[in-house]
């Protein structure tokens, strides 16, 4: 297997974060079973089983790894010169896998020591919608270029959300999909004017890839308490705001304090 380092080209890394996407869809495609593993909590046998094949390929090829299921291993930080971070969620979405809920996704995220360089948010659930990004060359979904649609009369929005907002919150609509890489996605494709986390807060592997594909989209990014997005501290957890426009972003940032 090839091995990558800072120096390679950043189309090689997506195709090989789309080959990694390739090999979990087909061990979620194997798994039968998708009962609880009572190691921790909302950890399922099916996240452990795509968790093993994803982390394995990644550190074949060279990466450190930082997985929602296995921890950071041998993860040095900041970054050594030349190595890359694969910030990984084998099964985004692993409740609704577990129910037959259409909506789950493998997100992977490289990380240089510039932050965020290449993302990828696979759909795994049977469309398999691929959105992707290249830090400073854009985003796409299955090849389409990605560019937001701004809305400025946000109440006309429809705005993705991790638990419930205040019932004043002023937009059209709310969606809570459970799949915050794919949730987030949405911003970026337009089918979403925003998206902003009510509750404790996500780990770095639900919205990473993500933010980085509505960030090359020309969505506006932000952390609801102004803490740093980027982190490799598996315990943090951090509230997300993604919007199309300035406005929008003014909104979710008053609702976030409601």
Not at 48 to 68: I, K
Not at 83 to 106: C, E, F, H, R
Not at 134 to 155: F, K, W
Not at 237 to 246: D, H, K, L, T
Request: proline share 3%; net charge negative; with cysteine.
């Amino acid at each position: 297997m090839r091995r990558f380092d800072a120096d390679s080209d950043d189309r090689d890394i997506l195709g090989f974060l789309h080959d990694v996407a390739d090999a979990a869809a087909d061990m979620i495609d194997e798994t039968v079973s998708w009962s609880l593993t009572g190691h921790r909590e909302g950890q399922y046998t099916g996240d452990v089983a795509v968790d093993e094949v994803v982390v394995d390929m990644c550190e074949a090829a060279g990466f450190f790894v930082l997985s929602e299921e296995s921890g950071v291993g041998d993860l040095e930080w900041p970054l050594p010169a030349g190595k890359l971070l694969i910030v990984v969620d084998p099964v985004d979405g692993s409740t609704n896998a577990s129910k037959g809920l259409p909506w789950y996704a493998t997100s992977l995220c490289v990380v240089d020591s510039d932050g965020p360089r290449v993302a990828l948010v696979a759909e795994q659930s049977g469309s398999e919608t691929r959105y992707a990004a290249i830090r400073g060359a854009g985003s796409n979904v299955d090849g389409m270029r990605l560019r937001v649609q701004p809305i400025e009369d946000t109440r006309t929005a429809v705005v993705g959300v991790n638990a419930l907002p205040a019932p004043t919150h002023g937009w059209w609509q709310v969606r809570t999909m459970g799949a915050a890489s794919l949730d987030i996605s949405l911003v970026a494709k337009g089918a979403l004017d925003g998206y902003i986390d009510f509750d404790g807060g996500l780990g770095v592997w639900d919205y990473l890839a993500a933010v980085l594909i509505c960030t090359e989209a020309g969505a506006l990014v932000a952390e609801a308490e102004g803490r740093d997005l980027m982190t490799v501290d598996i315990d943090a957890r951090r509230r997300p705001v993604v919007a199309s426009s300035q406005a929008m972003m003014n909104s979710l940032m008053i609702a976030r304090r409601q």
